[in-house]
């Protein structure tokens, strides 16, 4: 249920925020702001875990980018009805082929912060990231901060 709910708010998160337009340099100081707060880490620690952060935000945001030009097509057909089966399950394939390989950089990234920085800092980043999303969709649809 946890994962069926977390590959929901993946799919549904970047519609969510388009809908509202927030500007992408107001989330990023944000969550900047909040991975700061929650992760509480030492200078030595901070000079680890930004490069790292950073090169992941670059790899996925080139995903995601690639991702949505794939997708106009899905996204400007009214009906399903009208594509043939084909073209339906290249469009669904195409979609679990992207989600597979953001999870295969997560993974990336996972391995990158376990190898240098301490466990509980990795897992405090992860928790962190799920409590953000959260939190930025409440804001983002004008509920509870």
């Excluded at 925020?17 to 989330?27: C, N, T, Y």
């Amino acid at each position: 249920m946890k994962n069926l709910f977390f590959a929901t708010l993946l799919f549904l998160l970047p519609t969510m925020l388009w809908a509202q337009r927030p500007k992408v340099e107001e989330i990023e100081s944000l969550k900047i702001a909040y991975f700061t707060q929650k992760l509480d880490l030492s200078p030595d620690e901070a000079k680890i875990f930004w490069p790292i952060y950073n090169e992941m935000q670059r790899e996925q945001s080139a995903l995601r980018k690639e991702r949505m030009q794939k997708m106009i097509s899905f996204r400007k057909t009214t009906e399903i009805d009208n594509l043939t089966d084909a073209q339906v399950q290249s469009l669904i394939t195409s979609e679990l082929d992207f989600r597979q390989r953001d999870l295969n950089l997560e993974k990336k990234y996972y391995n990158k912060f376990k190898s240098s920085l301490p466990i509980k800092i990795v897992g405090k980043y992860f928790r962190a990231q799920e409590s953000f999303k959260r939190e930025l969709l409440n804001r983002y649809k004008g509920g509870p901060k």
